[in-house]
DNA sequence: CAAAATATGGAGACAGTCTCCACTTGTCAA
DNA sequence: TTGACAAGTGGAGACTGTCTCCATATTTTG
C-alpha cells in the first residue's frame, strides 16, 4: 500500500525537486502562491505537477510524511521506554513544541485531520495509531480511564493544529494538553 | 459597534431575502454552491449580494447570529441558576448535542474560530466571552482549576466543531467534553 | 416634486485550476 | 548499439468561480 509502481528516472527527480521546492518555501511560510506558478519555480510544467501531485494536500503531505513519521518512531520509543501514561504525556507535550517551530507542518496537519477522505490522511492515521497503543498500554495499566478513545485526543489536537497562528498559540495549546491529560488520569467515575 | 447606519427599505429587504435564502439553503446543507448563483436564487444582483456580504463567512454569520445567541443565553441562564461548574458542563454537554443537531452552525463555527481577523470572529467572541465567565466563577467557587483559560477551552470546541462531518462525531465529540471537564475538576498539583 | 443620497444588477475583467495531447526521454530486448 | 514501445513532459488554453464597476433605478429628504 506504500508503493508499487517503480518510477522511472527523469520522473523520480522531478518528484523530488518539486518536493524540495516545496519544503524550502514552506519553510518560508509560503503556502499560498499560485500552483501553476510554484511549477515554474521548481523547474517543470504545470502538467508535471499536477501528475505527481494532484492537489495542494497531496503535496503537502509528501513534504511532511517524514517529519510526521519522525514523530511517531519518538511516540513508539517513548512507549518502549516510560511507563505509558508518561510516554504519552511526554508525546503530546513535545508535539506541541514541535508543532510551534514548524508552522507548515501544524498547517498540514490541520488539513489532513480534516481531511477524512481516502488515503489523503495517511500521515493522520499514523498518528491515530500511535496514540491509540499508548492509551491502550496506559489503560491496561490503570494510569488514565479506558473509556476515551484516541479520536477524542486526535480532535484535540485538530484544534491544536487548527490553532497553530494564533498569537498566544503556545501557552493555549499547553493548557489544552494539560486539559487532556488531567482528564484522562481522573479515573471515570465508576457509577 | 453593532450597528450605526438605518438601512434603506430596499436594501433591508434584499439582506433579508438573502439571510433566509441562505439559511434554506444551509439547512439543506448546501455550502458550496456558488456565491453568484446564490445571489440569483435570492432574487438579487451580484454585486447587492457583495455589497451586503463581502464574503461566505459573512454571510454565515449573519444567519447564525442569533443562533448563536441563543446559545450563549442559555450559558448565561445556567451561570445564574447553577453552580458554575455543572453550569459549564450543562453548557457544553448542550453544545455539543447542538452542533450534532445543526451542521451549518458547526461549519459555520469552524470557520469563525478559524478567523481570528476583524470582526468577523464577533460570534466566536460571545462563546469566548461565557465560557471565559463560567470559568472565572467556578475557579472562584474552588470547583475547576484556575490555570486554565477560556482560549484553551475554545480550542477544544474548534476541534469538535472542526469535526462536525465526521461519522462517530458524536460519541467522540462527548469524550472530549468528559475529558475537558475531567481536566478541569482536576485541580491543579500544587507543586 | 425635484434633488440628493442610496442601492441595484449583471456584463465582463480577472485569477486560479486543471486538462489535453503532440512531443521528448528513458528503458529494454534483441 | 539500436529500434520500438512505454513512460513522462510541458505549457497553451479551456474552464470555473470571484468580484468590480458604473449606468440605471429606487428611496428619502427638504
Do not use: W
Request: hydrophobic fraction near 45%.
Amino acid at each position: 500500500m506504500t508503493d508499487a509502481k517503480p518510477l522511472r528516472a527523469d520522473a523520480r527527480r522531478n518528484r523530488e525537486a518539486l518536493i524540495a521546492k516545496a519544503r524550502e518555501l514552506f519553510a518560508k511560510n509560503c503556502f499560498n502562491l499560485r500552483f501553476d506558478d510554484f511549477a515554474k519555480l521548481a523547474g517543470v510544467g504545470t502538467g508535471t505537477l499536477y501528475r505527481h501531485f494532484p492537489t495542494r494536500e497531496a503535496l503537502a503531505e509528501a513534504v511532511y510524511r517524514e517529519e510526521l513519521a519522525a514523530l511517531c518512531d519518538r511516540a513508539r520509543e517513548l512507549h518502549a521506554t516510560l511507563p505509558a501514561d508518561e510516554a504519552l504525556e511526554s508525546f503530546l507535550r513535545d508535539f506541541v513544541a514541535h508543532l510551534h517551530a514548524h508552522q507548515g507542518l501544524a498547517r498540514t496537519l490541520a488539513t489532513l485531520m480534516a481531511t477524512h477522505s481516502d488515503t489523503m490522511a495517511e500521515g493522520a492515521q499514523a498518528l491515530h495509531q500511535v496514540i491509540a497503543d499508548l492509551l491502550a498500554s496506559a489503560a491496561e495499566a490503570g494510569t488514565v480511564r479506558d473509556d476515551v478513545s484516541a479520536d477524542a485526543v486526535m480532535i484535540a489536537l485538530h484544534g491544536i493544529s487548527a490553532t497553530h497562528d494564533h498569537p498566544s498559540y503556545r501557552s493555549h495549546a499547553d493548557q489544552v494538553i494539560t486539559l487532556v491529560l488531567a482528564g484522562l488520569r481522573h479515573t471515570a467515575p465508576t457509577d
